[in-house]
């Protein structure tokens, strides 16, 4: 593993636009059980929230192969309808998201999870329908027959019904386009495609936060300052496709943390498993996860398009032009990895994790919790033994790509913990 570079107090970057987060709403992992005998799910692969969770990422990426932006929604909305069919059936414990369907609490967990998350997917990729039927088929063809099957799947139909009526016309898929900027400091489109996409996130209603706008980041150091020249230098020397200082580890996480099919799936299903959470508590965990996550990436690219800031490749090719003296071109520079088509401050990549990282240390009570994920892109696993080893090496890794700078890093970093502290403190919390 590679070593973990000293960064600030996240939370001290935030400059919050209008609201006291306060303290926090004490909360665990170890939430009111499921009651019903038919929805007492274990851990591991016999957990519907579990298995469900897999089938979604099948849709999402294996089949639809929705990029980063799109697929938070998509999780955040299944994971999002199955909690509030799961927390109805166990006795609404916790703050619905959307509602709490009526139930009894004899009704199938196993019957409302499949329902739940079969509706969203089937709403959200009606192209899967045929097979999406066939796998929730057999799905219920494993669930004794009678009054408890029937109930849950009338839990989850309402769940799932309340959640695709909530997200429409949310702004997903809109047509906002990104400003092409030709003064330095300005983003524009970046080799090797020169591509433009995503704007719409920024502008898509987000899932807990009242706005996307509620929290602002600092921006960028100035062109002239010593901190721009600083992180120029570290992202030309180490980020280059051709560095001779960056280390195999620090390859291979770049490599990792850049892969589209994100073992921050695996990961959240290995953290279920191995803390053995039950269907209530995994749903719970689930939904915080992917509803925090989606709108962290909501307010990162409203932040994106406010700063509308260059990429290190359009910098430092271009470095003559931005004033500093500290800086010098290099027009060859190449970064080890494709540069994403939108603005580069701050980064998307460390918003979402810094929401996820500081969520699992709020849900799980502790940070020394150890997991590990696996990437194709890399052909690696790789190993952490806490949460915030984890956000550090993504701080470290975009620079190693070459695709951010270190400042947009770490103010992502503190983005995204801001909307986990807003959420938790309003959303998801024990009622009794």
């Not at 519907?48 to 932006?69: E, F, G, L, M, R």
């Not at 839990?155 to 009526?165: L, P």
């Not at 020169?194 to 706005?211: E, I, K, N, V």
């Not at 980041?217 to 600083?230: D, F, K, N, Q, V």
Request: glycine share 8%; charged share 15%.
């Amino acid at each position: 593993m590679s070593s973990r570079p000293t960064r600030r107090s996240l939370w001290s970057r935030l400059l919050p636009a209008s609201v006291a987060l306060g303290t926090l709403i004490a909360s665990t992992a170890s939430g009111p059980a499921a009651t019903a005998s038919t929805g007492a799910a274990g851990t591991g692969t016999t957990n519907p929230v579990v298995v469900w969770d897999a089938n979604a990422q099948t849709a999402i990426w294996d089949v639809a192969a929705q990029q980063p932006n799109e697929q938070v929604r998509s999780f955040a909305m299944v994971n999002g309808a199955v909690y509030d069919a799961v927390n109805a059936i166990a006795g609404t414990p916790y703050q619905p998201y959307l509602l709490a369907p009526a139930a009894r609490g004899t009704e199938s967990i196993q019957a409302a999870v499949a329902t739940a998350a079969h509706g969203v997917l089937s709403a959200l990729f009606p192209a899967q329908q045929e097979r999406l039927r066939t796998q929730y088929d057999e799905a219920l063809a494993a669930i004794p027959d009678g009054p408890s099957k029937r109930g849950g799947v009338r839990v989850g139909a309402r769940a799932a019904d309340a959640m695709v009526a909530a997200r429409q016309d949310d702004g997903a898929f809109g047509d906002q386009q990104w400003t092409n900027g030709t003064e330095p400091g300005q983003w524009r489109p970046t080799p090797p495609l020169f591509l433009s996409q995503g704007a719409w996130t920024g502008h898509m209603r987000p899932f807990l936060l009242p706005r996307a706008s509620l929290f602002r980041t600092p921006g960028p150091p100035p062109l002239t300052s010593w901190a721009y020249a600083r992180d120029v230098a570290e992202v030309a020397e180490v980020g280059s496709a051709s560095s001779t200082v960056r280390t195999q580890d620090q390859t291979e996480a770049a490599l990792w943390w850049h892969d589209r099919r994100s073992a921050n799936w695996e990961i959240k299903r290995q953290l279920a498993t191995t803390q053995r959470l039950n269907a209530l508590q995994t749903a719970r965990f689930f939904a915080m996860t992917d509803l925090v996550v989606a709108d962290s990436g909501v307010a990162c690219f409203s932040q994106k398009e406010h700063w509308s800031y260059w990429r290190p490749v359009t910098a430092i090719q271009q470095a003559d032009a931005d004033g500093n003296p500290a800086t010098a071109a290099d027009p060859g520079w190449t970064p080890l990895l494709v540069t994403p088509p939108f603005p580069e401050y701050p980064s998307g990549h460390a918003c979402g994790t810094g929401a996820r990282m500081s969520l699992y240390r709020h849900f799980f009570g502790r940070d020394d919790v150890a997991f590990s994920g696996s990437s194709a892109d890399s052909g690696t696993t790789r190993h952490f033994g806490s949460f915030s080893e984890a956000l550090d090496e993504l701080i470290g890794a975009r620079v190693w790509g070459g695709v951010h700078f270190r400042s947009a890093d770490v103010d992502g970093a503190a983005l995204g913990e801001a909307v986990f502290r807003y959420a938790v403190r309003h959303h998801f919390r024990p009622l009794r």
